[in-house]
């Protein structure tokens, strides 16, 4: 039997960042964090887990490594070995240790922006001289950016714009990363959630030089809602490179969680179903919402996510003398992201999260459109 992503769980009243962050008068449409119950088997392997009551450091077993070996091969043809594989508690973590592991204060970054904050603001915990090319110039801008660079932060599928690198693009930027010697540390978060029968397509996968100069990171926790196990892992085929960066956890990186390890292998051994399911709600969701906003929401565009759950939203047509995060705040009482977390392209945008009940995002949708009619 499918899962009724239908069902609103209330979240009011835990330990939901999400929903602790505003008066219980607002919707948060903010943090990537979706509104809905994880797949059954993850709930039974986390029981099964809790039923041993010895919750020590933990380390990840074979049987994972190979799940997640067995995993990429058949979801992205991406061949890897167990020893590729490096875990972490989080995404964040692995691009700010690769930084610090491989580059020098003053050395080039290359961003592509608007980008997700921790992304935006890794390069300067290690001094290093952050490069922001628009998204929108493609392969063009980022040719001569890269050549006075010594690393690339990459993001497929990209957030907040939610666009999804195809092969031929991915092609090009591996070729024009490998021209300038550029390493690449590439978050890939948010890859198992596309649309329109979409394939994610792993930058290293394209094999050869690119792989032995990337740094891939993913998780579990953007497409089965497990963020709060703080559980990621790393692909690193080159050896040398997969060292440096492990060794750069200098105290401050410690084991990974228990019972995100063990949630980690009941995603990807046994959610497949749940997966598809979510992504055909998120993907009815995404259709809805630009319908939504190009009907209702005068002065408001949005950008069609190929994959996330998260909607750019551009209001520069509002003309409004504040920031729109700020107004749909105070007028709409809807708690969306702020553009100008994303870096200056974003200034005049706000970023919504519609991993969450349709209920839920009408109601949203409903009080913006509120809000713009008080404009007039």
């Keep these: 039997m499918g899962h009724d992503f239908e ?22 449409l903010w943090v990537a964090d979706s509104d809905f119950a994880v797949a059954p088997a993850i709930t039974a392997a986390l029981a099964e887990r809790i039923a041993h009551p010895v919750f020590g450091y933990a380390t990840p077993t074979d049987a994972l490594r190979k799940q997640l070996v067995a995993s990429l091969a058949a979801n992205y043809g991406w061949q890897i070995a167990p020893d590729d594989l490096l875990f972490l508690p989080g ?26 904050q921790p992304i935006l603001e890794a390069p300067g915990h290690w001094g290093l001289r952050r490069i922001d090319v628009p998204l929108q110039d493609g392969i063009a801008g980022l040719r001569p950016a890269l050549g006075q660079a010594k690393a690339l932060l990459f993001c497929n599928p990209h957030n907040p714009i939610g666009k999804v690198f195809d092969r031929t693009e991915l092609t090009d930027i591996a070729a024009a990363c490998e021209a300038a010697d550029t390493l690449v540390i590439s978050d890939e978060i948010h890859c198992d959630l596309l649309f329109d029968g979409r394939r994610h397509v792993p930058l290293a996968s394209l094999g050869g030089a ?49 019972l995100g390890l063990a949630a980690t292998q009941a995603a990807y051994a046994e959610g497949e179903e749940w997966l598809r399911g979510q992504i055909a709600y998120l993907q009815d969701n995404r259709d809805w919402l630009l319908q939504a906003v190009r009907t209702r929401l005068p002065g ?3 950008h069609a996510p190929e994959g996330t759950y998260l909607a750019w939203l551009d209001c520069s047509k509002l003309r409004l003398n504040r920031d729109p995060q700020r107004f749909f705040l105070d007028v709409a009482r809807v708690g969306l992201s702020s553009g100008d977390e994303f870096g200056p392209l974003g200034r005049c ?25 008080s404009l007039t």
């Design 7 to 28: 069902v609103a769980i209330e979240r009011r009243g835990t330990d939901s960042k999400k929903w602790s962050r505003y008066p219980t008068d607002v919707l948060p």
């Design 210 to 258: 690119i792989a032995q100069r990337t740094v891939t990171l993913m998780s579990a926790s953007k497409a089965y809602n497990v963020a709060g196990l703080k559980t990621a892992f790393a692909i690193i085929a080159n050896p040398a490179l997969r060292a440096s960066v492990a060794g750069a956890k200098l105290g401050m990186v410690d084991s990974v969680n228990a």
């Design 349 to 373: 945008c706000v970023r919504l999260n519609f991993g969450c009940t349709r209920a839920t995002l009408e109601e949203a949708v409903r009080r913006m459109a509120q809000a713009i009619a």
């Design 91 to 116: 995404v964040e973590p692995g691009i700010n240790m690769t930084l610090r592991a491989m580059l020098s204060p003053g050395d080039g970054v290359v961003v592509q922006t608007p980008m997700y």
């Design 300 to 302: 408001v565009a949005m």
